[in-house]
């Protein structure tokens, strides 16, 4: 019986590979043709559709991570406006000052180039290289702040959405790899989604706590370096992750609170903060004569550019707040940069007192607890 001569379709199959193509052309061997079929031929096709998936997962993930670049440094700029400066058009002021800091060129009339005086200090190092008028000295300092802290928001926020998408991509192309393998996928992912919700009902306190700290990032609630109270805890943020935030109090203690416990926050860190200087007077002292002295002190304190750099607005004179047998209480307040309403408490203070001395006027002395 005669059998027929074998062909290419025959001896590589009906969609032969280049390399038993060649093979089959060179020699015409069905022994030699078939094994570059099986063991040279499928095994390169699969690393190259291996290959394949890798180069277009990175450049997927390449592609996303500028646009996410992108994304962030806009959304940035858009959430500028909700920190509004106290100054009159305080954040018409303030994006117009960003603006100008980053195309010198375009710098607005009567601000000038030449470095502040030796004697003329500043609150901030961005903020120094650059004079301004003494209106726009505390808006220039709010900016600095602002700007810094969207660059911090920024960072936080495309490096989690960065990790989110490599993650996914990742998975992805992981599962087209195991399709090429020959690996079938239903039993895998049926037991990846069993796995899963097993993992979220036994770790639901750890997914509240990633929640609550993305949350925490996209509203801006706090940040890195901000004086936060939670709860009973008062104290200035240290580091904060997706799962904790790790606050050192005035005492020096270290609290690592997780973000899933946080139900209500107070932050004294964000757009301005308010100094309150509370003063006892004798309660016979004419209160007309204690307003006019806190407005002379008020005044100079305004004038003051060791204070005005800070201070968003000048001080006021709040008047009479409690009134006892003896004494009442006059208040005096100021609106300042965040963090810096304590220093500026303790300069009016110390101001307030030394008026009220050269005045005559002191405090009413306390009571005798004596028998």
């Not at 969609?15 to 015409?28: A, E, F, K, Q, Y």
């Not at 699969?46 to 500028?66: E, G």
């Not at 607005?108 to 961005?126: L, R």
């Not at 904060?240 to 050192?248: G, K, P, V």
Request: charged share 20%; net charge positive.
């Amino acid at each position: 019986m005669d059998h027929a001569p074998p062909t290419l379709t025959g001896v590589c199959g009906s969609d032969p590979g280049i390399s038993c193509r060649m093979v089959w052309d060179l020699s015409h061997n069905v022994r030699a043709a078939q094994l570059t079929e099986i063991y040279l031929s499928g095994p390169i096709h699969l690393l190259l559709r291996l290959a394949l998936a890798v180069v277009l997962a990175l450049a997927i993930r390449a592609m996303l991570h500028r646009l996410i670049n992108r994304i962030t440094e806009r959304a940035a700029v858009t959430f500028l406006p909700q920190f509004r400066g106290p100054l009159p058009g305080g954040r018409l002021v303030a994006v117009r000052l960003l603006r100008w800091r980053k195309r010198p060129s375009a710098r607005p009339a009567g601000v000038s180039t030449v470095p502040p005086a030796a004697s003329e200090p500043v609150a901030d190092e961005t903020v120094a290289r650059v004079a301004v008028r003494p209106d726009e000295a505390a808006a220039g300092v709010e900016v600095a702040m602002i700007d810094e802290r969207r660059h911090q928001r920024v960072r936080a926020l495309g490096q989690i959405l960065r990790s989110a998408s490599s993650v996914t991509i990742f998975a992805i192309a992981g599962l087209v790899m195991l399709g090429d393998l020959g690996i079938n996928l239903a039993p895998l992912l049926a037991s990846a989604g069993v796995a899963g919700i097993a993992i979220g009902f036994g770790a639901q306190n750890l997914v509240r706590d990633y929640l609550t700290g993305i949350f925490i990032l996209l509203e801006d609630q706090y940040g890195v370096g901000d004086a936060i109270t939670v709860g009973k805890v008062t104290g200035t943020v240290e580091t904060m992750t997706l799962r904790i935030t790790r606050l050192r109090d005035i005492n020096g203690v270290v609290w690592h609170i997780r973000n899933g416990t946080i139900d209500r926050v107070g932050n004294q860190s964000q757009g301005w903060a308010r100094a309150v200087v509370d003063f006892p007077v004798p309660y016979t002292a004419d209160l007309g004569t204690i307003r006019a002295i806190l407005a002379d002190v008020a005044d100079s304190a305004w004038s003051d550019p060791a204070l005005r750099a800070f201070m968003l607005e000048k001080p006021e004179v709040w008047g009479a707040q409690d009134v006892s047998s003896s004494e009442v209480t006059m208040r005096l307040v100021a609106r300042t940069a965040p963090l810096r309403q304590w220093e500026t408490e303790r300069e009016l203070r110390a101001r307030v007192k030394a008026a009220l001395d050269a005045a005559g006027i002191f405090p009413a002395p306390a009571p005798d607890s004596g028998g």
